[in-house]
């Protein structure tokens, strides 16, 4: 057995999340290939790191070129090691790294981690070296990070293999929360931002391309570890959104909950196809149904994902549907009432002390107006003062959380305020604090405590309603349809699309089919199964909106008129596009206004597959982007919840003494639609719009459908 066969041999396995957790975060040893001299260079940092982090494991550092790198010996490949390293660092250009993960293959390293750009990123040249760097991986059982990979971090274990320059300062705090992000910067920037707070990190990786191990599967590898008690997510986009699903569905049931920023909030939609649910589930419409059913907590705010862990620790998952109900108690008014509008502005109105617990208070020596919030003042800011107000707050049955906003006695007298809120902060009902001063100190005493601190008000609203949106995870098990993304997608025809939903339990209005040559031959009445009035529509798959081509004519009132206006919608139809050839149209018989009209609409995202949309119906429905959306498929709790969710189907609750809609009905209707994804994989997108909602108990009628689909794959 040759020296490289023998080390493949002994090697550890990567196989298994904990052999994987193991070599990623804490290998035995490690290599850096492209290790320069100069310790000021990107590629001359990790050396320095690992010694001032006092890594304890065997360090190689591979450069051909050189003798001795930093005073240390140079290897002239990882081929001529005594060892196999567990970790590699890979910091050379893109063709050179690809000869080293071979090396890496051949010699039984477990896991690569890739600095080099000039892969998926770079064309169709960088994406040929993208699968020539997969290939060089499965030569053996090496797994990668990146490539564009600004290193994997474990301060726990001195584990420094990242040319990131905000790694350079020593003693990199040290805690719970593990960071995986797409961006290479973001570690950095995070751990620089938790200096002196309390705010400490089991681990940080920077994903880079995710050629092999995507952000999903390197959270999932380490759940297990028990020093990890917490995520804090940095997303571009929702690739390899299945082992995303998967990790998602572990960390809810370990009990480790996950926070998330997400680039892309701004409402470009997702590539528009053939109807308005298109527009109406963009993108980050979309990725805000799949946090909400991996449940995770998405943040809004860049600092909050920082100081979301903490509080999350706190918070279950907010399974209940009532409101929840959050307190806030000061030594300053005018801070606590910054607190109040920013949690307003997020939909979370302050929870005011009832009469009983304001007489409680006030007979401990702690009175508070009648106000929104327990004022206790400048008077107030004094270590008993503190005790006993958070304590009756804490004991009143009356909070989910308690804010506590801190005045300036956080800055210059921590004793005072600060330090009895770090002593209840281990209380069934939870106390986080905002400091209207900047005050590092105590929330670095605050946090060690176990109290949520936050450094702005925007932040802390920010994460407090992100805790309370938290919901226990929906997301386990759930597959993609599997789509033949090689053969055409076809869209049906209304008449064909109705038939289909009403396998869904889609109730139509009634309708049917005329051949256009037969009905213009024809005189005198037509044998309808129906009574007038009527529309007549064109009947085409290859337009999807009839409206736009002219292809809808209303209020028809006998034979003649239905020829009428099938010649007229034939001739703009004709007129919109002369590829389009209308041989038959629809009448439909025209049902009543109902309370009111709703669009229910379905499709297979590319990112986080089948989404349920609900928005108020008409042909303008995407201008007023008043939708809620969801992965599919959906319970009926869950589309009564879309319902609400609504503003623009409000009516449908008998507002102010108005008659109410079928909401049962409406939401039967939402629940059937959704469940194309497990009926029918090959439909890629579905809608029907309107939906007039009738009168409670009186059901709700499509009033058009419109169905595209791809052959299902075999």
């Known amino acids: 057995m040759d020296n490289a066969a023998m080390r493949r041999a002994t090697a550890p396995d990567t196989s298994s999340a904990d052999a994987l957790s193991q070599a990623l975060l804490n290998p035995r040893s490690v290599a850096v290939v492209g290790a320069s001299d100069n310790p000021a260079k990107t590629t001359g940092r990790p050396q320095r790191f690992l010694a001032q982090a006092g890594y304890g494991g065997r360090t190689y550092f591979v450069n051909p070129r050189r003798e001795t790198v930093q005073g240390e010996k140079a290897w002239p490949s990882l081929t001529a090691l005594p060892e196999a390293p567990e970790h590699v660092y890979i910091m050379t250009g893109a063709e050179a790294a690809i000869e080293a993960v071979q090396e890496c293959a051949r010699t039984g390293v477990r896991v690569a981690t890739i600095l080099s750009a000039g892969f998926g990123e770079d064309g169709e040249a960088g994406r040929e070296r993208e699968d020539r760097l997969r290939a060089a991986a499965a030569e053996g059982q090496v797994r990668l990070v990146g490539p564009s990979s600004l290193g994997v971090v474990n301060p726990r274990a001195g584990v420094m293999l990242t040319g990131n320059a905000a790694f350079g300062e020593p003693d990199i705090p040290r805690g719970g929360v593990f960071v995986a992000s797409q961006s290479g910067s973001v570690i950095g920037s995070l751990v620089s931002r938790a200096r002196g707070r309390g705010i400490g990190f089991a681990g940080l990786v920077s994903t880079g391309g995710e050629a092999d191990l995507s952000l999903g599967a390197i959270c999932r590898a380490v759940l297990d570890d028990p020093g990890v008690t917490s995520y804090a997510l940095f997303l571009e986009s929702l690739r390899h959104a299945d082992d995303l699903a998967d990790f998602a569905a572990a960390a809810d049931r370990a009990g480790k909950p996950v926070a998330v920023y997400k680039l892309g909030r701004s409402q470009e939609a997702a590539a528009l196809t053939v109807s308005h649910t298109g527009a109406l589930a963009g993108e980050d419409s979309e990725s805000e149904a799949f946090f909400t059913a991996c449940g995770f907590s998405r943040v809004a705010h860049f600092e909050s994902l920082l100081e979301a862990p903490a509080l999350l620790r706190r918070l279950p998952a907010f399974a209940g549907r009532r409101q929840a109900r959050v307190g806030v108690i000061t030594t300053t008014g005018g801070g606590g009432a910054i607190v109040v509008d920013q949690l307003a502005l997020r939909g979370l109105p302050v929870t005011a002390p009832s009469e009983r617990l304001r007489d409680a208070m006030a007979a401990a020596g702690v009175p508070i107006p009648h106000s929104l919030i327990a004022d206790i003042g400048l008077e107030g800011a004094r270590h008993d003062s503190v005790t006993r107000a958070l304590r009756l707050m804490q004991d009143s049955g009356e909070f989910d959380l308690i804010v506590f906003v801190i005045g300036s006695s956080a800055r210059l007298n921590p004793e005072l305020a600060v330090h009895a809120i770090a002593e209840r902060g281990g209380h069934q009902v939870p106390v986080a604090a905002f400091a209207l001063p900047e005050a590092a100190q105590a929330a670095e005493l605050l946090h060690a405590a176990g109290v949520p601190a936050f450094r702005t008000p925007e932040s802390c609203a920010d994460v407090v309603a992100a805790a309370f949106a938290r919901q226990p995870a929906t997301i386990g098990g759930r597959a993609h349809p599997a789509v033949n993304a090689s053969g055409e997608a076809s869209v049906m025809d209304e008449l064909a699309s109705t038939e289909l939903l009403r396998g869904q339990g889609v109730t139509p209005a009634p309708a049917v089919g005329l051949a256009l040559d037969?009905?213009?031959?024809?005189?005198?009445?037509?044998?309808?199964?129906?009574?007038?009035?009527?529309?007549?529509?064109?009947?085409?798959?290859?337009?999807?909106?009839?409206?736009?081509?002219?292809?809808?004519?209303?209020?028809?009132?006998?034979?003649?008129?239905?020829?009428?206006?099938?010649?007229?919608?034939?001739?703009?139809?004709?007129?919109?596009?002369?590829?389009?050839?209308?041989?038959?149209?629809?009448?439909?018989?025209?049902v009543g206004s109902g309370v009111a009209e709703a669009l229910v609409g379905y499709r297979v995202s590319q990112d986080v597959g089948p989404v349920v949309v609900l928005s108020t119906g008409g042909v303008l429905a995407e201008l007023f982007a008043d939708s809620a959306v969801r992965l599919a498929p959906v319970t009926r709790e869950t589309a009564l919840e879309m319902i609400r969710e609504v503003k623009g189907l409000a009516p449908l609750s008998g507002h102010r003494g108005a008659p109410a809609g079928d909401i049962d009905a409406l939401a039967d209707t939402v629940v059937g639609i959704s469940q194309l994804a497990v009926d029918h994989p090959g439909v890629l997108e579905a809608e029907v719009n309107p939906v007039s909602v009738g009168l409670a108990g009186k059901g709700v009628t499509a009033l058009d459908a419109l169905v595209r689909r791809a052959p299902v794959q075999l």
């Open 518 to 590: 037969t009905l213009l031959d024809s005189c005198g009445p037509l044998d309808l199964p129906f009574d007038y009035p009527v529309v007549v529509k064109a009947l085409s798959g290859k337009l999807p909106h009839k409206s736009d081509a002219g292809g809808v004519i209303l209020n028809v009132h006998d034979a003649d008129g239905i020829r009428d206006a099938a010649r007229a919608v034939a001739v703009a139809v004709a007129a919109y596009d002369p590829d389009i050839v209308i041989d038959r149209v629809l009448v439909q018989q025209m």
